[in-house]
Nanobody
């Protein structure tokens, strides 16, 4: 059983910043070199989409719509995943989820991730 708990969501004006955190629990696979953690988001009436991911070795990926604005990072010792979000736009409004999986590929599809947090709401006003 893997528990992931997100925090850090809130309401900001366009151009503002937020930092999301995702605390994992022991046994979440973080000691595996193929461990992948990701942030997804789901806006109103939209499908869940990947925002960014990071492997245990630090290799990262960003969706085009957040490149240059968001930064994913992690503290492996504490099993914490972060998402620094800068220059926020109203279209970034969504529920943000952290997810994890063990394996050599950090897939695009949310269905490939077995472990999920409960989500944290981010609202950006214009």
């Amino acid at each position: 059983q893997v528990d992931l708990v997100e925090s850090g969501g809130g309401s900001v004006q366009a151009g503002g910043s937020l930092r999301l955190s995702c605390q994992g629990t022991a046994g979440s696979g973080y000691t595996d070199s193929n461990y992948c953690r990701a942030w997804f988001r789901q806006g109103p009436g939209k499908e869940r989409e990947k925002v960014a991911h990071i492997y245990r070795n630090g290799l990262t990926y960003y969706a085009d719509f957040v490149k240059g604005r968001f930064t994913i990072s992690q503290n492996n010792a504490k099993d914490i995943l972060y998402l620094q979000m800068n220059s926020l736009k109203p279209e970034d409004t969504a529920t943000y989820y952290c997810a994890s999986r063990v394996g050599p590929v950090c897939y695009e599809s949310p269905s490939e991730f077995p472990n999920w947090g409960q989500g944290t709401q981010v609202t950006v006003s214009s």
